[in-house]
C-alpha cells in the first residue's frame, strides 16, 4: 500500500483512515503507519511562504466533517485520527487511567510541573468546553482565567502566575488541551479556515474548535454488553459521579480497558506485524 501512495484526494484520505481505523497524521516510529508516507508525491503540503501545496494539512478539514471520525493529538501526543469504532476503544482504556482522570477531580498524586497545571486547570477547562459545546483554543485562553483563583497559583507556586494571568498564556493552554485530547476528554470539532492579507489569501492557517467525543459521537450506537466502570460511575454513582458525562454511554464498548488496549494494539499489528510491542504499548 506504501508504494501505491494512494491519498491523492480529500476522498481518498478518509478512505485510507476508515480502512485502518486509527492512524498518526506525521511519520514515526511504525514505517508506513501515517498519512503522510500514504500521501502521493507532490500532494503532501508545503509550508513555505508562497506554498499552494496543502494537501492533507487542508483535506483534514473534510474528513473531520464527515462527522464519524475523531482528531486529535492523542498517539504519543502527536495528531491522528480514528474512526468511532476504533476510537471507543481507545476511551475505554485511556479513561481508565488515574493521571487522565485528573480532569475528573479524582486524586492523583502529580509530580512533575505539567502534570500540577493538569491537576489544577484540566478539569476546569474540560467544565469549560461541555458548558460552551464547542470553544477555539484562543477563547479558552480567556475563559479559563476565572478558574485561575489566587489558591490556584498559591498551590501551583509563584513561579506559575505569570503563565496563567492575566490569561493563560498559549503554549500552557496547549499543554492542556492536548492532556484531555490524550485522556479522550476532547477531540477536535471542526476547523475554521483563516484567510489574511489584502487578497485574503488561504496558505493552510487553521483555527480548531475543541469539543467532547460524548457530544460530537453520541448517536453511534454501542456493541452492547457491560458498559466500562467510567460509564456506570458517569450514569449510576461511584468515582464519576456527577462528572457530567451522561451522553457519553453511547460509545461503550462490551470490554475492560485492558481488553481494549489489547484489540487496538493487535488491529494494528494486523497491518504492521514487524511492529514493535514496546512501541506500540508507547502509544496505547
Given at each position: 500500500m506504501d508504494s501505491a501512495r494512494p491519498?491523492?484526494?480529500?476522498?481518498?484520505?478518509?478512505?485510507?483512515?476508515?480502512?485502518?481505523?486509527?492512524?498518526?497524521?506525521?511519520k514515526g516510529a511504525v514505517s508506513g503507519w501515517s498519512i503522510e508516507?500514504?500521501?502521493?508525491?507532490?500532494?503532501?503540503?508545503?509550508?513555505?511562504?508562497?506554498?499552494?501545496i496543502l494537501g492533507p494539512w487542508d483535506w483534514k478539514i473534510d474528513v473531520v466533517r464527515e462527522g464519524d471520525i475523531a482528531y486529535g493529538k492523542f498517539l504519543g501526543g502527536k495528531a491522528a485520527f480514528a474512526t468511532v469504532r476504533w476510537?471507543?476503544?481507545?476511551?475505554?482504556?485511556?479513561?481508565?487511567?488515574p493521571r487522565?482522570?485528573?480532569?475528573?477531580?479524582?486524586?492523583?498524586?502529580?509530580?512533575?510541573?505539567?502534570?500540577?497545571?493538569?491537576?489544577?486547570?484540566s478539569g476546569p477547562v474540560l467544565d469549560i468546553i461541555r458548558r460552551?459545546?464547542?470553544?477555539?483554543?484562543?477563547?479558552?485562553?480567556?475563559?479559563?482565567?476565572?478558574?485561575?483563583?489566587?489558591?490556584?497559583?498559591?498551590?501551583l507556586g509563584a513561579r506559575y502566575k505569570a503563565l496563567l494571568t492575566p490569561s493563560?498564556?498559549?503554549?500552557?493552554?496547549?499543554?492542556?488541551?492536548?492532556?484531555?485530547?490524550?485522556?479522550t476528554w476532547i477531540?477536535?470539532?471542526?476547523f475554521e479556515r483563516v484567510y489574511r492579507g489584502p487578497?485574503?489569501?488561504?496558505?493552510?492557517?487553521?483555527?480548531?474548535?475543541?469539543?467532547?467525543?460524548?457530544?460530537l459521537f453520541a448517536s453511534f450506537e454501542s456493541e452492547g454488553g457491560d458498559q466500562p466502570f467510567w460509564v456506570r460511575a458517569i450514569e449510576g454513582g461511584g468515582p464519576g459521579e456527577g462528572s457530567g458525562l451522561g451522553e457519553g454511554s453511547g460509545l461503550s464498548v462490551p470490554r475492560t480497558p485492558l481488553e481494549s488496549r489489547a484489540l487496538l494494539i493487535s488491529h494494528v499489528q494486523e497491518f504492521f506485524p514487524s511492529a514493535p510491542l514496546k512501541t506500540l504499548e508507547k502509544l496505547f
Open positions: 491519498i491523492d484526494s480529500p476522498g481518498k484520505m478518509s478512505e485510507v483512515v476508515r480502512r485502518f481505523g486509527v492512524i498518526p497524521f506525521f508516507e500514504l500521501t502521493a508525491p507532490g500532494c503532501w503540503f508545503d509550508d513555505g511562504p508562497d506554498s499552494v476510537y471507543r476503544e481507545l476511551m475505554n482504556w485511556r479513561r481508565s487511567l487522565f482522570r485528573m480532569a475528573l477531580g479524582e486524586p492523583y498524586k502529580a509530580v512533575s510541573s505539567s502534570d500540577k497545571l493538569f491537576k489544577y486547570l460552551e459545546g464547542a470553544v477555539e483554543t484562543g477563547r479558552l485562553r480567556l475563559l479559563c482565567a476565572e478558574a485561575v483563583t489566587p489558591s490556584v497559583v498559591r498551590a493563560v498564556k498559549k503554549n500552557v493552554m496547549d499543554s492542556i488541551v492536548q492532556f484531555l485530547q490524550s485522556g477531540v477536535t470539532g471542526d487578497d485574503l489569501h488561504y496558505n493552510g492557517w487553521q483555527r480548531a474548535s475543541n469539543t467532547t467525543p460524548d457530544g
